[in-house]
């Protein structure tokens, strides 16, 4: 008889995923919010302004100086583009919080332009900005 020990392999253990900071997530559902609002207001103002022009009238509303229906559709690119920030975001993705530091950091650059350093949206956007540089080891 054999004495040997019976050999097993070790047992494969998947790697935890990071864990997502409540800040994170909060910021990514409130921007998600906004890019779903923005995008249905811009397909709202797309098809509002084809509909007025179909009728004969003419729309006043100008976006960008584009016509209505161009600017709209414009607002609707620009909210689906947020929205995906904020699936980033929410998948802690890198260059999800690249492009919000960027965004954070352009708009306290036109608050301190404005001369208005001492406002709710630079305050906010200065919170964001230093709460995100703090949790960036969460991102991959």
């Known amino acids: 008889m054999s004495t040997a020990q019976p050999t097993y392999a070790p047992q494969y253990t998947p ?10 997530a909060i910021l990514a559902v409130l921007i998600g919010i906004y890019g779903f609002l923005e995008f ?9 302004s084809a509909a007025i022009s179909s009728l004969g009238g003419s729309s006043t509303f100008h976006i ?15 909210g689906l583009i947020i929205l995906g920030l904020a699936v980033g975001l929410w998948h802690l993705r890198m260059w999800a919080l690249v492009l919000t530091l960027l965004f954070l950091i352009f708009e306290m650059v036109l608050n301190a332009l404005n001369g208005t350093y001492i406002s709710l949206g630079f305050i906010v956007a200065l919170i964001l900005f230093i709460y ?5 080891r969460h991102f991959r």
Do not use: C, Q, Y
């Open 15 to 24: 790697p935890t995923p990071p864990s997502r900071p409540l800040g994170v």
């Open 40 to 48: 249905v207001v811009g397909l709202l103002i797309a098809v509002g």
């Open 64 to 78: 960008l100086g584009t016509s209505g229906v161009v600017g709209g559709a414009i607002i609707a690119i620009i």
């Open 132 to 136: 995100l540089l703090a949790v960036h």
